[in-house]
């Protein structure tokens, strides 16, 4: 299985960004999606998960911000950051595994991870 981030970069702050996670080697259609994010010297944060068929999940951090989706057919999950901030600033991570959990927001549910996507919300 293989997950591959992009779609980080530099953007002001009140700017969009849209991250995309390029799933292979895993049955997509029923494996949720995850998003995580870090910064130096801290746990890695929830950020949103979804799956086929589910309501999304989000942190209070980005609700109403960011937006979790997926295309079944491309393999491949997205999210749309909006009105970023500066402290939200963090190397995003998307993550997967093979089924639904309740512990969807706790990044020992997942056994598949990308290599991350650095995103810098600054002026």
């Known amino acids: 299985v293989q997950l591959q981030a992009s779609g980080g970069g530099w953007v002001q702050p009140g700017g969009s960004l849209r991250l995309s996670c390029a799933a292979s080697g895993l049955s997509f259609g029923p494996s949720p999606m995850a998003w995580f994010r870090q910064t130096p010297g801290k746990e890695r944060e929830f950020i949103a998960a979804g799956g086929t068929g589910r309501a999304p999940r989000y942190a209070d951090s980005v609700k109403g911000r960011f937006i979790i989706s997926r295309d079944n057919d491309k393999n491949t999950a997205f999210l749309q950051m909006n009105s970023l ?34 995103v810098t919300v600054s002026s």
């Open 85 to 118: 901030k500066p402290e939200d600033t963090a190397i995003y991570y998307c993550a997967s595994r093979r089924w639904w959990i309740t512990t969807y927001d706790k990044d020992v549910a997942y056994d598949y991870w990308g290599q991350g996507t650095l």
